[in-house]
T-cell receptor
Framework: DQQVKQNSPSLSVQEGRISILNCDYTNSMFDYFLWYKKYPAEGPTFLISISSIKDKNEDGRFTVFLNKSAKHLSLHIVPSQPGDSAVYFCAVYSGGSNYKLTFGKGTLLTVNP | DAGVTQSPTHLIKTRGQHVTLRCSPISGHKSVSWYQQVLGQGPQFIFQYYEKEERGRGNFPDRFSARQFPNYSSELNVNALLLGDSALYLC????????????FGDGTRLSIL
């Protein structure tokens, strides 16, 4: 039973355009949401996060949007760069604790020059 | 500052053997978590240790065990290895606050023959 779903296994965009990665979750008890980026042969790298009390958080080219009523999370990357090509994971904490991350399956983003 | 370090980077074992994987957290982080990532999936939570105590355990059999040492480094032990244990094993460390992300090492690639 997948609690965090990334329904697009892959996404391809042109350099300079916007990349939008999506994530859906099933449990309304999830209270902190994170995005990680993973290159081959490296561990996941933390990108950006958002608390359930907010609906938007920005950090440079990266913006995360949270729609609690739809249980939907998205990551926007503007402008996209070839170095952004990686697997992106949506992950969540629940219960006011950061002891356990629950991950989606990931979306492979390819940014073409 | 050094990030999370894991050793070894690669390991090949045969069925029935046991294995010990090691992790050193980021300086100042007292919490260490272990995850298993198989191909095509997101990382799955195995254990978290904080101040040498187990805080949480994922849905893994008793063949998996872990411990944390006084310097906050950690070991993951897997006994009676099965072919299905072939995976990337990731260690993460964090500060003990619900808004703090976990930071990952580059993992140990375990192959079972």
């Amino acid at each position: 039973d997948q609690q965090v779903k990334q329904n697009s296994p892959s996404l391809s965009v042109q350099e300079g355009r916007i990349s939008i990665l999506n994530c859906d979750y099933t449990n309304s008890m999830f209270d902190y949401f994170l995005w990680y980026k993973k290159y081959p042969a490296e561990g996941p790298t933390f990108l950006i996060s958002i608390s359930s009390i907010k609906d938007k958080n920005e950090d440079g080219r990266f913006t995360v949007f949270l729609n609690k009523s739809a249980k939907h999370l998205s990551l926007h990357i503007v402008p996209s760069q070839p170095g952004d090509s990686a697997v992106y994971f949506c992950a969540v904490y629940s219960g006011g604790s950061n002891y356990k991350l629950t991950f989606g399956k990931g979306t492979l983003l390819t940014v073409n020059p | 500052d050094a990030g999370v370090t894991q050793s070894p980077t690669h390991l090949i074992k045969t069925r029935g053997q046991h294995v010990t994987l090691r992790c050193s957290p980021i300086s100042g982080h007292k919490s260490v978590s272990w995850y298993q990532q198989v191909l095509g999936q997101g990382p799955q939570f195995i254990f978290q240790y904080y101040e040498k105590e187990e805080r949480g355990r994922g849905n893994f059999p008793d063949r998996f065990s872990a411990r944390q040492f006084p310097n906050y480094s950690s070991e993951l032990n897997v006994n009676a290895l099965l072919l299905g244990d072939s995976a990337l094993y990731l260690c993460a460390s964090s500060l003990p606050r619900s808004d703090q992300p976990q930071h990952f090492g580059d993992g140990t690639r375990l192959s079972i023959l």
